[in-house]
């Protein structure tokens, strides 16, 4: 699974059982939050808010059939991007595509009694759900195991066009959003499930799992002081 340079220190290098078992785990979290953010009701990510829009205009398939459906054609993408060095292990990503998928309608239909009038009740959800979303993500992360094909994809153009990754997974979520508010208008008559929320979303993500990073390595920084003998700076 590939990730930023600066990850390497967290990555889990271990027991393969140990790491896939975290896998699942942080999917499962990861969708949780996902479900919680949806029934928070002021916007959710790009991805989902795509996704959950599909629901609406074609109700006979769940969210998690919908994403599923994205992560195939987001593998076919990668393909026609960069054909020559598609491997066929590549198709090892739709096993956990296909978990996420059970997982989310599992947790869609678990968290369906929530129902939440206050405003500020619904922020505070949100907020708790950004965090279940970026543990769960990071989860994944630690794990160190095979990529989703929509994150390979992104993964693919930046290897292709040698733009930053940040400035491709910004343009990647932005055309999710177009798309959502697209199918939206056509088909309903108006934006669904993008709002006030989906900024926070996108805000909160990117410093949970910072935060999470930085936890990690200061339990990890004590655990090795405290082998050695060494009292852990308090820097």
Request: hydrophobic fraction near 55%.
């Amino acid at each position: 699974m590939a990730h930023k340079p600066g990850e390497a220190d967290v990555l889990d290098t271990g027991s393969l059982t140990r790491r896939w078992i975290m896998y699942v785990v942080g999917i499962y979290i990861l969708t949780f939050g996902v479900s919680l953010a949806i029934r928070a009701g002021i916007g959710i990510s790009p991805q989902s808010s795509l996704t959950r829009t599909m629901t609406l205009v074609f109700p006979p398939l769940t969210q998690g059939t919908y994403n599923f459906i994205l992560e195939l054609i987001m593998l076919a993408l990668t393909y026609l991007v960069m054909p020559k060095d598609f491997k066929i292990t590549a198709f090892f990503s739709l096993v956990p595509a296909f978990v996420l998928a059970v997982f989310l309608d599992l947790n869609l239909m678990m968290t369906e009694f929530i129902k939440l009038e206050l405003y500020q009740a619904k922020v505070a959800l949100l907020v708790f759900a950004d965090a279940a979303l970026a543990f769960g993500l990071f989860l994944m992360i630690r794990a160190n195991l095979v990529l989703m094909p929509v994150d390979m994809f992104v993964n693919t153009i930046c290897k292709r066009t040698g733009w930053k990754w940040g400035n491709i997974k910004t343009g990647f979520d932005c055309t999710l959003l177009l798309t959502s508010a697209c199918i939206g208008l056509a088909f309903l008559g108006e934006v669904k499930f993008i709002r006030e929320g989906t900024i926070i979303n996108a805000i909160l993500i990117g410093q949970y799992i910072r935060l999470y990073f930085f936890i990690y390595r200061k339990m990890n920084a004590s655990k090795l002081a405290a082998s050695d003998g060494v009292p852990a700076s308090t820097t």
